[in-house]
């Protein structure tokens, strides 16, 4: 079958850049992405590229490339999945707040909403395709609903997770390592893995298309975020040990990243890795795990987490105590609020944590970040649900200009390794700050002896 009309589901991080780039590659396919959250829907129709919800070099372009063209975004949910022959689910799986598996488990409302509305509107066959992350299995659980509320028509659902890393979307998705196309070994699975290929196909090699069973494609997700996050972890466990022995974090890192076998990527020690999806995915996996009494496993990967936790909290208590352990009423300010650069996502972002660490100090927070709008931090910091509203208001104040952000401060934290951090005039910086004025170089992205020079008493991860 040849695809010529696709819809997605969820108009968020993975939904509008992943769409986006099939319609700017497939120019004869027609892709509408909708979502029952309007605004988003209206920002991604915003005329003025400065406004789309999400924020990832070269999307603006991409954007504009294909929208009114081939590109639709809409909140009528019913008629793109009417009108389409392939569905890709792209909605959120937050981890639960509530109930069973709370804290733990993935939360499949949005799934299985979702499965329900195509059941309950599809007139013809449908190849649906799972593009969030989810648990294993639940390629099952979407077909017994779209079998058993459906309208006599026949579904196929596919596996086909998203690999893509925020602030480098674009290019992972024009250039991926792999894609992953799972599907029912059964003839009818194999012929829509191979409509899913034949779109891929249009711009990337088949040989980096690789096909598997569904239950291998979902695990396969849940296992690279896990091994990548945990890469992150080990080298921020041997960042403390370093700290304590004068080996230096990262040299270590450089002197293992040869190894061939080791690999020299992921291996940046820092504050903690954040973002959306890697502690949801391993706490699932951990959940998984624990599901089928395979106890050791899940206590193996819960450990990647205890240690991000650490580190964090680790940041935040050295700031206090190189401070004369009092930050009471001390202005600190934070560069960076995004979880990594080039992102405006702040979702698990260290920084919030770090932040609400050093409030329960008494701290003032000075924020700065290119990209995130004031609102975003406090609503990141009131859904901690750590103390009133107002409260984060009083003591939480959001800068446009990094230098009045860090205008007599005691001390600043970086906490995203934004490019332009570097190219700052540090000495300027610290002519305004309060003395002794210091420095915590959460992301070791500024070079310390160019700063110990200026006169900052410097402090690096892992050193
Ligand atoms: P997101 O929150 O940015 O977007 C999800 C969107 O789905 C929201 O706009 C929401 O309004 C919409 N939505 C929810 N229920 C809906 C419904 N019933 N009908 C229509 N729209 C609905 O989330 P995201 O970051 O894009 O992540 C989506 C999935 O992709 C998750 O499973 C995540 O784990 C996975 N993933 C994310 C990334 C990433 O970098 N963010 C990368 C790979 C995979
Ligand atoms: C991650 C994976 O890299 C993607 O492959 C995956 O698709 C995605 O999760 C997902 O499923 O959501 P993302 O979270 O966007 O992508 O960004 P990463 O580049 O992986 O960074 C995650 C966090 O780890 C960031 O806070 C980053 O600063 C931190 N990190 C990363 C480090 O602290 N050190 C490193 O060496 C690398």
Not at 305 to 321: E, G, L, P, T, Y
Not at 454 to 463: D, L, P
Request: aromatic share 10%; net charge negative.
């Amino acid at each position: 079958m040849r695809i010529k009309n696709i819809c997605c589901i969820g108009a968020g991080y993975v939904g509008g850049p992943t769409m986006a780039v099939i319609a700017h590659k497939c120019p004869d396919i027609k892709v509408t992405i909708v979502d029952i959250n309007e605004q988003r829907i209206a920002d991604w129709n915003d005329e003025n590229l400065d406004n789309l919800p999400v924020y990832e070099p070269g999307l603006a372009d991409i954007v504009a490339s294909a929208r009114g063209r081939n590109l639709f975004f809409s909140t009528d949910v019913e008629k793109a999945i009417d009108e389409a022959q392939m569905i890709f689910i792209s909605v959120n799986t937050p981890t639960k707040t509530y109930g069973l598996g709370k804290g733990k488990a993935a939360d499949l409302k949005y799934i299985e909403l979702c499965a329900r509305q195509i059941a309950a509107v599809a007139k013809n066959d449908k190849i649906v395709v799972e593009k969030s992350t989810l648990p294993v299995r639940t390629a099952q659980a979407i077909k017994d609903i779209l079998d058993n509320t459906g309208n006599g028509v026949q579904y196929q659902i596919l596996s086909n997770p998203e690999f893509l890393a925020e602030g480098t979307a674009v290019q992972d998705l024009l250039n991926p390592d792999r894609v992953l196309i799972g599907g029912d070994t059964t003839k009818e699975g194999q012929e829509a893995i191979e409509a899913l290929v034949e779109v891929y196909a249009n711009w990337i090699p088949r040989e980096n298309i690789l096909t598997t069973n569904v239950w291998s494609s979902e695990l396969s997700k849940l296992t690279a975020n896990a091994f990548l996050a945990q890469r992150v972890s080990s080298i921020n466990a041997i960042s403390e040990l370093c700290e304590k022995t004068g080996a230096d974090v990262n040299e270590v890192a450089k002197a293992i990243g040869m190894d061939s076998r080791i690999g020299p990527k992921f291996l940046k020690a820092s504050v903690g890795f954040g973002g959306s999806c890697f502690q949801k995915d391993i706490l699932n996996l951990v959940y998984i795990a624990k599901s089928y009494g395979l106890h050791e496993v899940a206590d193996y990967w819960e450990q990647v987490i205890i240690m991000n936790d650490h580190q964090k909290r680790r940041f935040a208590s050295n700031i206090v105590r190189t401070l004369y352990n009092t930050v009471s009423g001390k202005k600190i300010a934070f560069l960076g609020w995004a979880f990594k650069k080039d992102t405006n996502d702040t979702r698990e972002s260290a920084a919030i944590y770090v932040a609400d660490d050093l409030l329960f100090e008494q701290a003032n927070i000075a924020v700065y970040d290119p990209k995130v709008e004031k609102g975003t931090i406090y609503r990141d910091l009131d859904y901690l649900g750590t103390r009133p509203a107002d409260a984060n208001r009083e003591n939480v104040t959001v800068y446009t200009d990094p230098y009045e952000a860090c205008r007599d401060a005691h001390a600043i934290a970086i906490l995203t390794e934004w490019d332009e951090f570097k190219q700052y005039d540090w000495q300027r910086i610290y002519d305004n700050m309060k003395k002794p004025a210091f420095v915590f170089d959460g992301r070791n992205i500024l070079e310390g002896q160019k700063l110990e020079q200026i006169g900052f008493v410097f402090s690096e991860i892992g050193k």
